[in-house]
């Protein structure tokens, strides 16, 4: 929700689809939102995290203030916002929508490879590692690189912080997409991308979940980005603005669902792996 009202009074449409601007300005965006996420963050049962701050728009709309058009904000000048008080790739996930309109999003995970690399007994099913997900210590990154503080410090009975993101969009108060993926850290950006692939690029279900994507996680400082994700004026642009582009091969496994009128809807399967889109 952050990414996506930090992004609402910028014309992505008109900036256009992973132009050097778009690209620019959701990393920004993403850069500071993860600030946010490794210091207000955490079991809410544990700790107060202070959601309507961090969705108030003067707040946000004071976060990109420091966004420079011309220039890539170093992440170690990026810290969490403050109030008047203080406060991975072995997921799953899928969409379902059924002819009367209910939907479902369900993300679940092992977190990595294997989980614990704990079988249970006689019930042949592995233990998770989510015990990476809380943070051991501040500034010390898990698994994903991801880094956290006090909010989500280990404590017993307390729930670590995921990046599951299971999402289920309204449009004037009637179902309109179901969206998820798995891919740990880059889970809540690959979500944000596709959703705004639709939105704001008119896109088709199946167009936005095969768009290639880009992930900013605030720390490590820089864009990671699908093999051939950027046109090579885009990526030396973005470079110019101090930007640092890392590629590797692939980011999430998107399934999604886009109603497109009565008793009509679009699956997006995405071809990163096995995925399949079915309506019977």
Do not use: C
Request: cysteine-free; proline content about 4%; aromatic content about 8%.
């Amino acid at each position: 929700m952050q990414l996506l009202k930090m992004v609402e009074n910028f014309d992505l449409k008109e900036k256009g689809w992973q132009t050097t601007q778009t690209v620019h300005l959701m990393a920004e965006a993403e850069r500071r939102v993860y600030a946010d996420r490794a210091t207000h963050l955490g079991d809410p049962d544990y700790y107060k995290v202070p959601v309507k701050d961090l969705l108030n728009e003067q707040y946000l709309s004071q976060r990109t203030t420091s966004i420079n058009p011309d220039r890539a904000t170093p992440s170690q000048e990026i810290k969490a916002g403050t109030f008047a008080y203080q406060e991975s790739n072995e997921t799953t996930h899928f969409s379902i929508v059924d002819r009367f309109g209910n939907a479902v999003a369900i993300t679940t995970t092992l977190n990595g490879g294997y989980g614990s690399n704990t079988i249970v007994k006689e019930a042949g099913f592995l233990l998770n590692n989510e015990m990476d997900d809380f943070s051991i210590k501040p500034g010390t990154p898990n698994m994903y690189g991801l880094v956290g503080g006090k909010a989500n410090a280990i404590a017993p009975g307390k729930r670590m912080l995921s990046s599951m993101t299971p999402t289920i969009i309204e449009k004037k108060g009637k179902l309109y997409m179901v969206v998820g993926t798995p891919g740990g850290s880059t889970i809540i950006t690959s979500v944000f991308q596709t959703i705004l692939n639709v939105i704001e690029h008119g896109m088709t279900m199946q167009e936005a979940v095969n768009a290639k994507r880009f992930h900013h996680q605030w720390l490590p400082d820089q864009i990671t980005t699908e093999k051939d994700g950027f046109d090579p004026a885009t990526k030396s642009a973005l470079a110019a603005k101090g930007h640092q582009i890392i590629e590797i091969s692939a980011i999430g496994r998107v399934d999604a669902i886009l109603i497109k009128g009565k008793r009509k809807m679009e699956g997006g399967a995405d071809p990163r792996g096995d995925d399949t889109a079915i309506g019977y």
